[in-house]
């Protein structure tokens, strides 16, 4: 059997119906299912929450009221939040499920009389060395999506004009890049087209915004 590679459809599935009997029973016992989707929205959430409020007081103070105070309430934002978070957290489960199913059918190639004591000495060793990697990952794309949000709604609620730089002028990928080399940008541009703009990513626009004419009629999020 050819080694299974990230360039198939991830979709667990595909991977499990080709593993040997022992290795779906090694499967089931070890995947991530509903509980575990949950527990990582919620998680998630509460991060995504405290990130968001902390851009807004950020961007307070970009327009010269740092004494306003950000509050995500039982309102839209927390949806929109919530949203994301379940989104993101649908998608952790299924990527590590179907990261595993592939480790799985590696074992099976290289050792076809693995027993299931194999495989889950083999599979902790796997899980140990993805996790990492991949928790920062998803740190960073949490850390940067929900700014990039925050950015997006205060600017769009506010009606601030002004104009941004992609930082850090440093890029991996064409589109990063592209941004980079446009330079300073109208800040409508900016938050039209917000980055994270793939996994890793560690971009964020730079806003230099009109001052507030009346810091009391900021939106702060509520």
Not at 42 to 63: F, K, S, T
Not at 172 to 191: F, H, S, T, Y
Not at 194 to 222: F, Q, R, T, V
Request: glycine letters at 6%.
């Amino acid at each position: 059997m050819a080694e299974w590679t990230h360039a198939l459809k991830r979709n667990p599935e595909n991977v499990y119906s080709t593993l040997s009997a022992v290795g779906q029973l090694v499967y089931d016992a070890m995947a991530m299912g509903t509980s575990e989707t949950e527990s990582l929205r919620v998680e998630i959430l509460r991060q995504r929450r405290r990130i968001y409020e902390d851009e807004l007081n950020l961007q307070a103070a970009n327009v010269g009221c740092p004494g306003r105070s950000a509050r995500v309430g039982n309102g839209p934002v927390l949806t929109e939040l919530n949203e994301m978070s379940a989104s993101d957290a649908q998608s952790i489960v299924n990527t590590f499920n179907y990261d595993m199913a592939i480790a799985i059918a590696n074992i099976r190639q290289t050792t076809p009389t693995a027993n299931r004591v194999t495989y889950r000495a083999r599979l902790r060793k796997w899980m140990a060395k993805r996790a990492g990697w991949k928790n920062n990952q998803i740190a960073i794309w949490t850390e940067n999506s929900t700014r990039a949000r925050a950015q997006q709604d205060f600017y769009r609620m506010n009606g601030t004009l002004g104009a941004a730089t992609l930082l850090p002028q440093k890029a991996i990928c064409p589109v990063c890049q592209g941004w980079i080399n446009r330079g300073e940008v109208p800040l409508q541009v900016a938050i039209n087209n917000p980055a994270p703009y793939h996994n890793n990513c560690p971009h964020l626009w730079d806003i230099n915004p009109e001052k507030a004419a009346n810091c009391a009629l900021l939106w702060m999020g509520e």
